[in-house]
């Protein structure tokens, strides 16, 4: 099922690589999503398109619904020029990594500059995307990682972008100075289109569907920044972001994605060198995360995403045995841990 607008004739004085085409993936939360798409709708800058792909939702977003978000991203009202919306259901649930893979691959043909991953319970300002865009311009960035603040605590910091310590532990930063920027969270990152393309050409995509949730961002992160893509950090353009809509930010499925998908991760793009670099506190790592399942009561999941993930290592190993993958220790936090 797809529901559009047309995309809006670009000004002359726009130019298309500098416009941004928005993804985002929705399952069941059609109260999250629909603040979502107010706030897009709100979108001051270069927003072009809202694709939302409806991830095996429960109850189908109806007629009406997508009626209400077509009126409000076509802002007549406003008489300010539409944000054209697509909207594609599927019975099954694909997962956040796939949801997202399959509305990055719907617009790529459209020849936007830059593309917005937005988790359905993260809510922009009105110039978030023009002063994220600015910041990939000036900075020459192929990736850049917004201010998110937690929605019930506007002025509490939710995450600066990740960091990825030499155990092997992903970390949201706190602030502008908790360990090197290593790339955008998937809750809300930009994308150069160059990078987009690139990635989309590997055998798993540019999310990894095999990894469903979590760690995904990582993943493309260290994939982008072997080839030589940066990442920068857009101070001023702030996200709001309720954490946790999916499965919780606690639960047992949260634990095993998380385990399961940072080991793969690192398989993937670790190169040789920076495994014996660091191979003693990644194990330490490991070691450490079983404890702190055991702390958090989810001893359970974590062991059975480590089990599932060390499966998986020598196929990710041999699978991607050709690529060039990340040497630069420069590029981990050098911190064992950084929160328990």
């Known amino acids: 099922m797809s529901v559009n607008l047309p995309v809006y004739k670009v000004p002359s004085e726009t130019r298309v690589d500098q416009l941004v085409d928005a993804v985002v993936v929705h399952h069941n939360r059609i109260d999250l999503t629909g603040r979502c798409v107010e706030a ?30 077509g009126d409000l991203l076509g ?11 697509f909207i594609e259901s599927f019975k099954e649930n694909v997962g956040f990594a796939d949801g997202n893979n399959r509305g990055l691959a719907l617009r790529i043909r459209d020849g936007a500059g830059f593309y917005l991953i937005l ?56 602030n502008e100075s908790d360990g090197p920027l290593l790339c955008p969270s998937g809750c809300a990152a930009l994308y150069r289109r160059d990078l987009v393309l690139e990635l989309m050409g590997d055998p798993e995509g540019f999310f990894d569907r095999r990894f469903e949730a979590y760690a995904e961002d990582l993943d493309v992160g260290l994939r982008a920044r072997a080839r030589g893509y940066r ?3 857009a101070a001023r353009a702030k996200i709001l972001h309720e954490g946790g809509a999916t499965f919780g930010p606690s639960s047992p499925q949260s634990y095993f994605l998380r385990h399961r998908n940072t080991i793969w991760t690192i398989a993937k793009n670790f190169s040789t060198k920076l495994l014996y670099e660091v191979g003693f506190w990644l194990i330490l790592g490991q070691l450490a995360g079983i404890a702190n399942g055991v702390r958090r009561r989810r001893f359970s999941a974590v062991v059975r995403g480590k089990i599932e993930g060390a499966r998986g290592w020598r196929e990710f190993r041999r699978r991607t045995s050709n690529r060039t993958k990340v040497s630069d220790l420069g590029l981990l936090d050098h911190r064992f841990w950084i929160r328990p």
């Open 119 to 174: 988790n359905n319970d993260a809510y922009l300002e009105p110039r978030t995307l023009e002063l994220m865009v600015d910041t990939a311009l000036e900075s020459g960035a192929g990736m850049v990682a917004p201010a998110v603040y937690q929605a019930g605590d506007p002025e509490r910091v939710d995450r600066f972008g990740l960091t990825l310590t030499r155990s092997g532990a992903g970390y949201d930063r706190k």
């Open 40 to 69: 897009l709708a709100r979108d001051q800058g270069p927003l072009r398109t809202v694709t939302i792909i409806d991830s095996g939702s429960v109850t189908p977003i109806s007629d009406s619904q997508q009626r209400l978000w």
């Open 231 to 233: 990442v920068a950090f």
């Open 75 to 85: 802002r007549e009202k406003e008489g300010r020029r539409p944000i054209g919306l």
